[in-house]
């Protein structure tokens, strides 16, 4: 099998590398956050990470859409209209690119988290004819795939 089709698997935390939160974002403390990349996509539009903090309160931008999941620890969570709210283990959030958050972690956090560069919608639309013109010429029909345009 070839080495880009190998499974990956992350479950602790030894495999995490320092990865500092840009110091004009932190507000109080000294967040200390680390990362581990799990899987980046072929066309590079999609990666997964474990991402941990320790105390501190920071203010994060996100350039990519970010869906995380936590899996330890707690974070209040305020967007820029000033609504907080406490997320803990178990709990899921999406953070749409473009958005603002501040982030107050009082001991610990630790996420799971997949981010996804949006693709314009023009070239959304042109993969899936892309993708629509090849099932065609293999002669699928679109009940067989279950999709219309993916």
Do not use: N
Request: glycine share 6%.
């Amino acid at each position: 099998m070839p080495s880009e089709c190998m499974i990956r698997i992350g479950s602790s935390t030894d495999s995490l590398v320092d990865h500092p939160i840009e110091a004009s974002w932190i507000l109080q403390g000294k967040p200390r956050a680390r990362i581990e990349l799990l899987s980046r996509s072929a066309d590079g539009t999609a990666s997964t990470y474990f991402w941990d903090c320790t105390a501190g309160r920071f203010r994060w931008f996100y350039s990519y859409d970010e869906t995380v999941h936590i899996l330890e620890g707690e974070v209040t969570l305020m967007d820029s209209a000033g609504h907080a709210r406490r997320v803990s283990a178990g709990d899921t959030i999406f953070f749409p690119a473009g958005s603002s958050v501040e982030w107050k972690v009082d001991q610990y956090v630790r996420k799971l988290a997949f981010c996804r560069i949006p693709v314009p919608r023009y070239l959304a639309w042109a993969r899936a004819m892309v993708r629509r013109v090849r099932r065609v010429m293999r002669g699928e029909s679109e009940q067989e795939t279950g999709s219309a345009l993916l």
